[in-house]
Nanobody, 120 residues
Framework: EVQLQASGGGLVQAGGSLRLSCATS????????IGWYRQAPGKGREGVSC???????YYADSLKGRFTISTDNAKNTVYLQMDSLKPEDTAVYYC??????????????WGKGTQVTVSS
């Protein structure tokens, strides 16, 4: 059974940093694409970053330079390092997985989200 668990959210002041973790199980790590998404109150879901098979990465244009996706293969975990946080980054953050390893396919598996709140 494919499982994803996001953690690491919290309350941080503007300009601060957080690192989110997505612990995965139930599939061969590295075969699936793993994406980070977020949903702010009253807004639709937004793609944040994705790591595809072979190691290619994707970032939303507005977030390039502030967010970094990385992995710990020994722990089957994907991280999202978020720096220079802004109040508009406040959202519930989710990680998701896609079995073909392609970030531009729709994600098939979703974990529960973790709340990130950035105060001004």
């Amino acid at each position: 059974e494919v499982q994803l668990q996001a953690s690491g959210g919290g309350l941080v002041q503007a300009g601060g940093s957080l690192r989110l973790s997505c612990a995965t199980s139930g599939f061969t790590f590295g075969d699936y694409a793993i994406g980070w998404y977020r949903q702010a109150p009253g807004k639709g879901r937004e793609g944040v970053s994705c790591l595809g098979r072979g190691g290619y990465t994707y970032y939303a244009d507005s977030l390039k330079g502030r967010f970094t996706i990385s992995t710990d293969n020994a722990k089957n975990t994907v991280y999202l390092q978020m720096d220079s946080l802004k109040p508009e980054d406040t959202a519930v953050y989710y990680c998701a997985a896609e079995p073909m390893g392609a970030c531009d396919y729709g994600m098939d598996y979703w974990g529960k989200g973790t709340q990130v709140t950035v105060s001004s």
